[in-house]
C-alpha cells in the first residue's frame, strides 16, 4: 500500500517531505473527497509518472493545513473538501477559501523546508535504497516491473515549489510571495 511502485508519488513525499519517509505526509498522495484535480486516484497509471510531482505540492499543502488545524486525516478522507475551509472559517472568523487552505499549507511547506535547509539538511541529496525506487523490479504481482522514475518527479516538484534543484532551498521570489520574507536571510 505505501511502495512507492504502487503508487510512484510516494517517492517524492518519502524523499523531499520536511520529515522524510513518512506516508502520511502529503496525504499519502491522496486529496479528500470531491476535491477538483486532475491528480490520478492512487495507484492508478503508475507507468504515468510525468506530472505526480505537481499533485504531491498539492495534497502536501492541503494535509499541512489539515495538520495544523488538528484534524484526523481519516476524517480529512471521509469528508468533502470544503469541510476544512468551512471549519476554520467558523473557528477564526475569517472567510477562508479552498485557495487560502492551499496558500496556508503552503507556507507550513516553507517554513518546514527553511528550518531544515537551515540546519544543513539537504534533502535532494538523502540517499533512498534502489529498493525503494524499483531498482530490484519486482517480477510479478500490482509493481511487477515498475521502476520510479524518482529524480524526474523530483525535479518537477521542487520547480512546483519554487524551490532550488540541487539544494530544495525556497527561492527568495518563493518566500516573498507567501509573505515569509524574513526568513529570506537566514537563507539567502
Not at 504502487?6 to 517517492?11: D, N, R, S, T, V
Not at 507507468?47 to 498539492?58: D, L, S
Not at 537551515?118 to 524499483?134: C, H, M, Q, S, T
Request: overall charge negative; glycine content about 10%.
Amino acid at each position: 500500500m505505501h511502495d512507492p511502485r504502487f503508487e510512484p508519488g510516494l517517492g517524492v513525499i518519502y524523499q523531499i517531505d520536511a520529515t522524510p519517509g513518512r506516508h502520511t505526509q502529503a496525504g499519502q498522495y491522496n486529496n479528500p473527497p470531491a476535491y477538483p484535480s486532475e491528480m490520478p486516484p492512487y495507484g492508478d497509471k503508475r507507468h504515468e509518472q510525468t506530472g505526480r510531482g505537481k499533485f504531491v505540492k498539492e495534497a502536501a499543502c492541503l494535509v499541512h493545513t489539515m495538520n495544523s488545524a488538528g484534524l484526523c486525516l481519516f476524517g480529512f478522507f471521509a469528508t468533502e473538501y470544503t469541510y476544512m475551509p468551512e471549519m476554520l472559517s467558523a473557528v477564526t472568523g475569517w472567510e477562508i477559501t479552498v485557495e487560502e487552505v492551499l496558500r496556508i499549507g503552503e507556507r507550513i511547506a516553507n517554513i518546514r523546508q527553511a528550518f531544515n535547509v537551515r540546519e544543513g539538511i539537504n534533502a535532494v541529496k538523502f540517499d533512498l535504497p534502489e529498493r525503494v525506487y524499483g531498482g530490484l523490479p519486482l517480477p510479478d504481482g500490482p509493481t511487477a516491473g515498475i521502476r520510479v522514475e524518482a529524480e524526474a518527479m523530483l525535479r518537477e516538484h521542487l520547480g512546483n515549489m519554487g524551490w532550488t534543484l540541487d539544494t530544495a532551498i525556497p527561492l527568495p521570489d518563493t518566500l516573498q510571495r507567501l509573505g515569509l520574507a524574513d526568513i529570506i536571510p537566514d537563507l539567502w
